[in-house]
């Protein structure tokens, strides 16, 4: 007989559980603000969760839910486009640099220019000018200003090398300045020490064989980001140095994840962002460090500008909030937090959050000092969001044919010969 | 056509005309009367909407029509219920049966209950260990009810599991938050909407359940409330389907006509995204001064090309992103097919023997089958990592060994090896479960039939080429359709194998590639095309398998 009671009291555990999520109350005068970041590993929830936290109780009358999202193999974009669509995205959230013009295009994301302007203690100028120019672009037929959101910070590539494989084989080890063919030696060197060593490896990404090309002195678009760029003889020129490394079997084959094998220690050379060092600090065995990126043939210093920015939502209910939110979260005191973890740099230009990306990670060596040359390069490219063109089909004509290339399957020639012609339908 | 019977049940449980209508018939036709009123007045308001949720006119006025519908069921429902006819009554149960679940959905929506499954989730989580005091009172009920009858351990016991279990009950509940809770969703009623949807909830469920005792009134018959009991079952499945199946499908089949896209209202554009993914032209390159592209029409890329004499013939595309996708998916399936099927029949004729262990291995087989496919990827990525991977490390062993040159296979990245790479990945997920079907397939031959061929001096090669294989047909051609309808809808082998994206072009499915349109390329419409396109294809695939199936069937 007492079956039915104890089934009952499971029934109505089960029912009272399900009913806790709705007691996520919050009082009449309260807002809610929902944001969301793509963190890589725990230890970034925590910190986001901390400053939300913080941020939260600070704040009178709103009331903030921070929401870690799926990492970036978990389709972060896929989940996004998905709730906005469906009118359950968060009021805020982060989304990479790339993708700023097509959610501003397709009219997922709110210009804050007019809240902006009405705030006195926002200045453009505070933060880096690359992620500025594209974030204040203007859609195409559009008359006001535009603010699509605010950058949350930036990395740079350098070269994550293996020091003890540089001593093994004699080299110095790689400091400012040096050029490709020493790097191009280096990688010879490092690969003869034994049939699993390789000198170089990269991620089968657009920046990484971006570098290369851009670093030899060409570019992926025109001036005005309205065109291709690669149509030249600089293109044939860094395509053909990355070829030789993966003919030569001087480097990990283009399309793996290198940063494994670097971990293992059986990679001289890894190129990579500053979001790395943490998981190499953490799991690599050997001593390494970084160094900033080679000089091309294009004679100067070559990097990409990465970062990521927050956003509104553009049916957000609170968009003055939600500004405020943006302009708090990207704070020099809530940057600083962040930047602490060693994953990433200020996106605020000013010499104090230099100074405070310097000293991050003390006692761990890394010469942190390399990511931020590579974020100030003589020729540094900002990752671009294209205002006028279709970037992902723009960055799949791209890969493939870069795959090719790389693959055998193309000669650089053909591939500087033909892109520009076979993507132009892809621009506006 | 009613049987004799049926009609003497008819007459038996059909009462007099002049038997007292109950009050519950002209509550439900002004109930439905209000129902086609509400309907009408929605309809109406659908119409007149500026923008109805992004989906575009067509949806909007597809809506105004199907809202019509209820309206259309109500009125007849009351004619009939007034007249005292059945088909009244089923027609009043549909309504509001269906009125019920909509209003509890719809409750449960404005109490917050579905945007917050995260949030059950980590609530359930958090709370779990205090759940353990069930387990304990659950534990002490079972102990007591082995004691005899006569023993006063056996009520005590049971007391005291009730005490804990309640005990239990109230600490959860306290540490739930279940007065915030109350508070919530009393919170919600501030809302006008809340009280509508309660309300109807009720209305509608009272009605429901008075209509459903109201048989006799209406002369049913037993197999008649057999039949409905039957749907009210499948009910929940039927309601998931139209919502969650049905009405997705519908809509995408518009949208493949429209030049949908995320965060634009869709435009119906005919039958242009088919018309851009199948065209195809063909042209002669003449010298190799000129490139492929420059000898193709705007808006064509080289798909392929073919030497005839001292000329090229080149095919353009204007999608040649589709053709590849389904030309990859027509390989991978044309390899998966064998490698899956093939291993699996030799694995099933070896556990079909009586060795010792046999239904451990059965179980270890199947493993492969019941394990997450991204979870599996990342260890086939793993193995297939051409420098500390396990597959290129036996191949450099045995080559280094036998003194051959070491191919070092680029598994992942090597244009020619990246799509076998993903059948090899998706073959040993299968063989696990069609090993089962022939395991299945093999235990059902009559053994009269291998005692036949013994007696005729059949060795056990040709056992198994006459007895064993004829007798399998059907369950070949089941493992053979459900292997090749999977192959051409393979997505998540390519999408979890591949780290960068986007994925070697060789890798990319049919699948891989609408999702490729879909999401990150938001062009939802265009996407939906090539999920109609793909839908034929696999039609037609499976028709034609049906019909030579039965066609073999007659000539057997």
Redesign the interface.
């Known amino acids: 007989?007492?079956?039915r009671?104890?089934t009952a009291?499971?029934l109505?555990?089960l029912a009272?559980?399900?009913?806790?999520?709705?007691?996520?109350?919050q009082d009449?005068e309260e807002i809610e603000l929902r944001w969301r970041t793509r963190p890589d590993n725990q230890a970034e929830i925590d910190v986001y969760t901390a400053a939300s936290e913080a941020i939260d109780a600070e704040w009178e009358g709103v009331t903030l839910r921070y929401e870690p999202g799926g990492s970036e193999?978990a389709?972060y974009?896929?989940v996004l486009?998905?709730e906005?669509?469906a009118g359950?995205a968060p009021d805020v959230f982060w989304i990479p640099g790339t993708d700023i013009a097509?959610f501003a295009s397709?009219?997922?994301i709110l210009n804050l220019a007019d809240l902006a302007s009405d705030d006195a203690d926002f200045d453009v100028e505070d933060f880096y000018a690359g992620p500025m120019s594209f974030l204040t672009t203007a859609l195409d037929g559009m008359d006001d200003d535009a603010l699509w959101g605010l950058p949350r910070d930036v990395s740079a590539f350098a070269i994550y090398f293996n020091a003890d494989l540089f001593d093994e084989a004699g080299l110095p080890h790689p400091e400012d300045g040096w050029t490709w063919a020493e790097f191009v030696e280096a990688a010879e060197e490092i690969s003869g020490l034994g049939?699993?060593i390789?000198g170089f490896g990269m991620?089968?990404?657009w920046a990484n064989w971006g570098y290369f090309v851009n670093a030899a002195g060409s570019s992926f678009f025109n001036e005005d980001f309205t065109a291709c760029g690669l149509d030249n003889q600089a293109t044939v020129e860094g395509l053909e140095t990355a070829r030789m490394l993966f003919d030569n079997?001087w480097a990990?084959?283009?399309?793996?994840?290198s940063e494994?094998?670097f971990i293992?220690g059986?990679?001289g050379m890894f190129m990579n962002g500053r979001w790395a060092t943490p998981n190499t600090i953490t799991n690599a065995e050997f001593n390494w460090n970084v160094a900033p990126l080679p000089v091309g043939p294009s004679g100067m210093e070559t990097n990409w500008l990465f970062w990521g920015a927050y956003v509104v939502n553009?049916n957000t209910e609170h968009p003055e909030e939600a500004w405020d939110l943006v302009t708090r979260l990207t704070s020099a005191e809530i940057q600083g937090q962040i930047a602490d973890l060693g994953a990433n740099i200020p996106s605020r230009a000013t010499d104090e959050a230099i100074e405070l990306f310097l000293n991050t990670l003390p006692g761990s060596g890394v010469n942190n000092a390399a990511f931020v040359s590579g974020t100030t390069s003589e020729d540094v490219r900002t990752e671009a969001p294209l205002f006028f063109g279709?970037w992902?089909?723009i960055?799949?004509a791209y890969?493939?044919g870069v795959?090719?290339v790389f693959?055998g399957?193309l000669s650089a020639e053909e591939f500087a010969?033909?892109i520009c012609?076979?993507v132009e339908?892809l621009f506006d | 056509m009613a049987t004799t019977a049926d009609k003497l049940l008819q007459n038996q449980f059909t009462p007099g005309p002049d038997s007292a209508t109950p009050i519950i018939v002209p509550a439900s036709i002004l109930w439905n009367l209000l129902i086609a009123a509400g309907c009408i007045f929605l309809s109406i308001h659908i119409f007149g909407l500026d923008d109805f949720g992004?989906l575009g006119r067509p949806v909007q006025y597809f809506a105004g029509v199907v809202v019509i519908l209820p309206a259309l069921m109500a009125v007849a429902s009351s004619i009939m219920l007034y007249q005292r006819k059945a088909m009244g009554r089923y027609l009043a149960l549909i309504i509001q049966y269906v009125g019920t679940v909509l209003c509890i959905v719809g409750v449960l929506h404005l109490?917050?209950?579905f945007?917050?499954?995260?949030?059950?989730v980590d609530?359930?989580m958090t709370?779990a260990p205090l759940?353990l005091g069930?387990a304990a009172?659950?534990g002490l009920?079972w102990l007591?009810g082995r004691l005899g009858e006569t023993n006063p351990w056996r009520d005590r016991l049971?007391q005291v599991?009730?005490l804990i279990?309640?005990a239990?009950?109230i600490i959860?509940?306290l540490a739930?938050?279940?007065l915030?809770?109350a508070?919530?969703?009393l919170?919600t009623y501030n809302n006008t909407l809340t009280w509508v949807l309660t309300a109807g909830a009720v209305i509608f469920g009272v009605l429901t359940w008075q209509m459903l005792h109201l048989g006799a009134y209406f002369g049913e018959l037993p197999t008649q409330r057999d039949a409905w009991q039957g749907w009210l079952m499948l009910s929940p499945n039927i309601i998931g389907f139209m919502f969650f199946f049905a009405g997705p499908l519908l809509l995408s089949f518009y949208f493949s006509f429209t030049n949908g896209?995320?965060?634009?209202v869709p435009e119906v554009i005919g039958v242009s995204n088919y018309t851009h993914m199948l065209s195809v032209e063909f042209q002669w390159r003449e010298s190799a001064e000129v490139?492929?592209?420059?000898v193709l029409s705007?808006?064509y890329?080289p798909l392929m090309t073919v030497n005839v004499g001292e000329r090229e013939l080149i095919v353009g595309a204007r999608d040649v992103?589709f053709w590849r996708s389904m030309r990859n998916t027509i390989f991978f399936c044309m390899m998966l097919v064998p490698l899956s099927a093939i291993p699996a029949l030799i694995l099933s004729l070896i556990l079909n023997s009586k060795l010792p262990g046999v239904k451990f291995f059965r179980a270890l087989y199947f493993l492969p089958s019941v394990a997450a496919v991204v979870g599996t990827a990342l260890i086939w990525?793993?193995l297939y990592?051409?420098?500390?991977g396990f597959f290129n490390y036996i191949i450099?062993t045995v080559t280094g060994f036998l003194g051959l040159a070491d191919p070092?296979v680029?598994w992942?990245?090597?244009?020619g090896v990246v799509l076998i790479s993903i059948v090899l990945l998706a073959a040993w997920q299968l063989v696990g479960f069609n090993t089962v079907l022939f395991l299945a397939g093999l235990q059902g031959i009559p053994h009269v039939l291998y005692e036949a061929a013994q007696i005729d001096g059949a060795n056990r090669w040709q056992q198994f080429r006459n007895v064993t294989l004829p007798m399998l047909a059907p369950t070949s051609f089941f493992v053979i359709v459900t292997t090749i309808i999977t192959g051409l809808q393979v997505f998540n082998e390519p999408y979890a194998l591949?780290?960068?994206?986007?994925i070697?072009?060789e890798a990319t499915t049919a699948v891989y590639y609408l999702y490729?349109r879909a999401?990150?390329?938001?062009q939802y419409g265009y996407a939906s095309a090539v999920a109609w396109v793909l839908f034929a294809l696999i039609f037609m695939v499976t028709f034609i398998q049906f019909r030579l199936q039965r066609s073999e069937a007659y000539e057997n």
């Open positions: 007989m007492l079956r009671p104890l009291l499971l109505i555990a009272a559980m399900m009913a806790v999520p709705v007691s996520f109350a009449d193999t389709a974009q896929d486009v998905t906005l669509e359950t097509r397709a009219g997922l049939a699993d390789r991620n089968a990404w079997g990990i084959p283009w399309g793996s994840d494994p094998p293992a059986t990679v553009a279709d992902p089909s960055d799949e890969g493939t795959t090719a693959n399957d010969a033909s012609e076979q339908p | 992004r109490w917050g209950v945007l917050s499954f995260e949030a059950f609530s359930v709370n759940t069930f009172g659950y009920y007591g049971t599991a009730l279990a309640s239990t009950l959860l509940l739930t938050d279940v915030g809770t508070n919530y969703i919170n896209q995320i965060g634009r490139t492929r592209q420059s705007r808006g890329s992103m990525r793993w990592d051409p420098t500390i450099t070092q680029a992942l990245t090597g244009p591949f780290p960068a994206r986007p070697p072009v490729d999401f990150p390329g938001f």
